[in-house]
């Protein structure tokens, strides 16, 4: 008997080998489809798909002015991303970075908070360094439930990243609130040796950008060149094989977890540190969520990454230009980002598989 | 009325969403499918549910709206996933984000707006008890909740295509090779989740808190997707955990009407707090996990 008895549907036919066309043209593919799909979705919502292109999509590329901002944006979504396509690989699902992106902000804000008129070079390296303390350890959480409760990570990360937002908002209400802020709920504004230096003059790009590409490099030597690296993805691939071989699954989802907190942490501690200056409630616009996806357009490759956070960045900094000049809603911006995974995922089908159309009958029985 | 009797009173409607979501989610997992993207289902059920009632089409066309778009929306995830194979956390999260997306599209120009809920039923005699009597005096929807939780549990229990679904989430390729169709069980499974979620989406919006606010939902979904676990894969333990999360929700808001001296920040965050603690709990006892878990659960199904 037949399971799935339709045979006009093509059958998804496992490559021999996985095609490395498929693998380059599945992220394009992807987002000509989601393109192609919102425009459809904001002419049904009464929204000139002309003007929306110009804004969303050209917009972002033909000013230095606007092109800076969407480099200012790549630095912390390629952090972030970086870091869980480390985890992704081994299989560790941490989708909690938004959480600690936010633990990150709020550790590195802490010495210009409690600090505010300390001066000197050494505060805001501290600060980067701190807050990529802090990310790690919110997710350390995450990864002790795991490997000693059982529990799923996913889960975990999930609410950990709601009690951070909620932790924020504590601070910024309470212990942490600016006292001549005019009760807005945000920190005192930090002093200049709290901020990451500029990198290129006369735009807010900062030092942060070189960390995130420097970090990028070091992401594909841990996975390319190192024995921990190699150990992680046999781990992700073919868990039983791993731990035939004695790589332990626990410490594979400490370094997963502990890495991508890290990274989110030092990505939130940038924003704060840079281009907001303050610690806030809008300190991150769903990077921790957006970084998940930015992994996935990659492929989970180092490089993949750079361009996905480079294309994801634009896609933030036009659909801020939509708002304004093409009416679009903030929510665009969300919908677009879920209808672009959703794309990618099914182009990644072809890295593995081919369609063929054949006849039931000619089946053979498994 | 004391905290003890608006707990009691109220605890059925706040674990309403929950428990509705959960079902959804338990029949989809128990057919081998992890669908992370109740979140999203729910606030896309919730925003249709709330245009449909807001503009006059009343609770019951509401609630088919929402049940019929998140179901629509999860068979996008059956495709990928059983179609394409995709990863199904990966599938879940970006079903999860474009739901939540669609919501805040479509709700932006009902903000803050609200609409009317529904009449509670009261049984007789039941509900004249001291206490006690506030738990017998709900809303429609929350009597059809606990009816739906009876059918799945007897439709487990007792029918043969409790079987199936279970052999299917199991051994699909067991179930494969006696003939039971593995992909299309699953496609049932995880689109009558979608629908569950759409309900639990439609309840929180429309019945429980009338008011429309972009992500409402708050994480429910995710609290859903966890009470799955907690209840082991078991009918009744996943209602009797939707009670305590209702349970829960409602103790954080009686502790600020009372004005307690603590945080308001803490006890909003008390559900997520009690999820993660309560999973760490049940979750260590790895021999339960794995005598209940589902098998194949997660995997994609190739013959």
Known sequence: MNAFPVSILPALVRREHASLAATLLAPPAALAVAILFNLGLYVLIGRDPAAVVYAMLLEPFLSWASFSEVLLKTGPLLLVAQGLAIGFRAKVFNIGAEGQFILGAIFASAIPVWFPLATGLWIWPSMLLLGAIGGALWASITAFWRVRLNANEILVSLMLSLVAVQVLNYLLLGPWKDPNGFNFPQSVMFQYDAMVPILIPGTRVNVSLLLAFALSIAAWAFIQKSFTGYKLQVGGRAPRAAAYAGFAEGRAIWLSLLIGGFAAGLAGAAEVAGPIGQLQRSISTGYGYAAIIVAYLGGLHPLGIVFSALIMAALYIGGDNAMVSANLPVAAVRVFQGSLLLAYLIAAAFVRYRLEWRRPAHRSPS | ?303
């Open chain 2, 1 to 303: 009325m004391n905290a003890v009797e608006f707990v009691l009173a109220g605890m059925l409607a706040a674990a309403t969403p929950f428990l509705l979501a959960s079902l959804g989610e338990l029949v989809a997992e128990r057919t081998g499918v992890l669908n992370l993207g109740v979140e999203g289902l729910m606030a896309f059920g919730a925003v249709l549910a709330f245009i449909i009632v807001y503009h006059g089409g009343g609770h019951f066309l509401g609630f088919l709206a929402a049940g019929a778009g998140s179901a629509a929306l999860s068979l996008v995830f059956a495709i990928v996933t059983l179609g394409f194979r995709a990863n199904q956390v990966a599938t879940g999260l970006a079903i999860g984000i474009l739901g939540q997306g669609l919501s805040a599209l479509f709700g932006k120009t009902y903000e803050s707006l609200t609409v009317r809920g529904l009449p509670k039923l009261a049984l007789p005699w039941l509900s004249d008890i001291p206490v006690v009597g506030g738990l017998f005096t709900q809303d429609v929807v929350v009597w059809l909740s606990l009816a739906a939780t009876l059918a799945i549990w007897a439709m487990f229990a007792y029918t043969k295509a409790g079987l199936v679904i279970r052999a299917v989430g199991e051994n699909p390729k067991a179930a494969h090779a006696i003939g039971y169709p593995v992909i299309a069980v699953r496609l049932a499974g995880v689109t009558f989740g979608g629908a569950m979620a759409g309900f639990a989406g439609a309840y929180a919006a429309v019945v429980y808190t009338p008011l429309w606010a972009d992500g409402m939902i708050a994480g429910r979904g995710w609290i859903a997707i966890a009470l799955v676990v907690f209840g082991t894969w078991l009918t009744g333990r996943i209602f009797l955990g939707a009670c305590l999360f209702g349970a829960v929700s409602l103790l954080a808001l009686a502790a600020q009407a009372t004005g307690l001296d603590v945080p308001s920040q803490l006890l909003s965050s008390l559900p997520y707090l009690v999820t993660i603690i309560v999973l760490g709990i049940i979750s260590s006892d790895r021999r339960m996990m794995q005598l209940n878990g589902i098998a194949s659960l997660g995997d994609p199904f190739e013959h």
